[in-house]
């Protein structure tokens, strides 16, 4: 399902991939993202996924005019979970609803990782 904008011109249709586009540029700029990840269904692995691909690493749900965001994401050893989690959940909701007019129900961001800097 896309979501739908509605305006005196017409309609726009704004596609799940269109979403998790924005919501993946977004939080790579934030400090202490190091990238985003699936879990593989086969082995269990998380694998990091590279700049082409980061938008698999975000689930995307439209119901009517109301979005639900989860980032499967890999954070930076030191980083305090919780600060970077507020810091992604506040840049995706105020972009995307920017961007979009589409209204940011809800985000959850999991973290599948963390890696160390040798």
């Given amino acids: 399902m896309s979501g739908i904008i509605a305006n005196k011109y017409?309609?726009?249709y704004i596609d799940k991939e269109v979403i998790a586009k924005i919501a993946s540029q977004v939080s790579t700029e934030?400090?202490?993202i190091v990238g985003f990840s699936y879990k593989s269904?086969?082995?269990?692995?998380?694998?990091?996924?590279?700049k082409e691909?980061?938008?698999?690493?975000?689930?995307?749900?439209i119901e009517e005019d109301n979005v639900s965001i989860e980032l499967f994401v890999i954070i930076q050893y030191g980083t305090k979970i919780?600060?970077?989690?507020?810091?992604?959940?506040?840049?995706?909701?105020?972009t995307v609803e920017k961007m979009t007019s589409l209204k940011v129900r809800k985000i959850d961001i999991?973290?599948?990782?963390?890696?160390?800097?040798?």
């Fill in 10 to 12: 017409g309609n726009i």
């Fill in 30 to 32: 934030c400090y202490g």
């Fill in 41 to 50: 269904k086969v082995d269990g692995l998380v694998e990091l996924l590279k």
């Fill in 53 to 61: 691909n980061m938008s698999n690493g975000v689930k995307v749900e």
């Fill in 82 to 94: 919780s600060v970077v989690a507020d810091n992604i959940i506040d840049r995706v909701k105020y």
């Fill in 110 to 118: 999991n973290v599948q990782g963390v890696r160390v800097n040798k």
